[in-house]
């Protein structure tokens, strides 16, 4: 089983908001008293960061794409969802000297 | 071009061994904690282990414990993962990824090497 819980799978319709929330009831601590980080996966390529440490976004990285972590939930939110952001997404974080991932959210735009 | 470059996979059986090499270019390897992650084919991301930049600290998931080794050489850019009595579930493909000076996430990622443990 995988560290933190995400739900399988989102659909959202083009230009609407799509939000995918990721849980660590698993966790000794609070999710939010640690960095989450978010990953996008396209087929046939490899993860790419999306979001870091909570909600910073790498340089080049859509404005689109923002991040929330409180409490027991992290959340990634995508604005004005397109076509191109149809990927798996997949949270991660550390706990105690690991690294959690979560089972990652299969996006759809619909 | 920043790039990070995996070999060393392949098929082998139940209890056999594999190195693999992870070749940094564009970057400077040491100023990067290093990890492996796996993922087979259709399923998520697996952590496998993480060294620090020099090599001081590392750590594993437990299901590779006492079996994996990481190590890195600093000097010409390569970061290792010997994987010694393999299992099927070993199986998968295998990253590897750099965290920027232990920011915990993984900034940059290579295109992966397959590992195949099978009879």
């Known amino acids: 089983s995988y560290g933190l819980t995400q739900p399988p799978s989102v659909s959202v319709s083009p230009g609407q908001t799509a939000t995918i929330t990721c849980s660590g009831d698993?966790?000794?601590?609070?999710?939010?008293?640690?960095?989450v980080s978010w990953y996008q996966q396209k087929p046939g390529q490899s993860p790419m960061v999306v979001i870091y440490q909570d909600k910073r976004r790498p340089s080049g990285m859509s404005e689109r794409f923002s991040g929330s972590n409180s409490g027991n939930t992290a959340t990634l939110t995508i604005s004005g969802t397109q076509a191109m952001d149809e990927a798996d997404y997949y949270c991660?974080?550390?706990?105690?000297?690991?690294?959690?991932f979560g089972g990652g959210t299969k996006l759809t735009v619909l | 071009e920043v790039q990070l470059v995996e070999s060393g996979g392949g098929l082998v059986q139940p209890g056999g061994s594999l190195r693999l090499s992870c070749a940094a270019s564009?970057?400077?390897?040491?100023?990067?904690?290093m990890h492996w992650v796996r993922q087979v084919p259709g399923k998520g991301l697996v952590w496998v282990s993480r060294?620090?930049?020099?090599?001081?600290?590392?750590s594993y998931a437990d299901s590779v414990k006492g079996r994996f080794t990481i190590s890195r050489d600093n000097a010409n850019n390569t970061l290792f993962l010997q994987m010694n009595d393999l299992r099927v579930e070993d199986t998968g493909v295998y990253y590897c990824?750099?965290?920027?000076?232990?920011?915990?996430?993984?900034?940059?990622w290579g295109r992966g090497t397959l590992v195949t443990v099978s009879s």
């Open positions: 698993e966790l000794g601590d609070e999710l939010g008293e640690k960095y």
């Open positions: 990824a750099g965290d920027p000076r232990g920011s915990y996430f993984f900034e940059q």
């Open positions: 991660q974080a550390w706990d105690s000297s690991t690294v959690l």
């Open positions: 564009g970057f400077t390897l040491s100023t990067y904690w």
């Open positions: 060294i620090n930049s020099d090599a001081s600290s590392s």
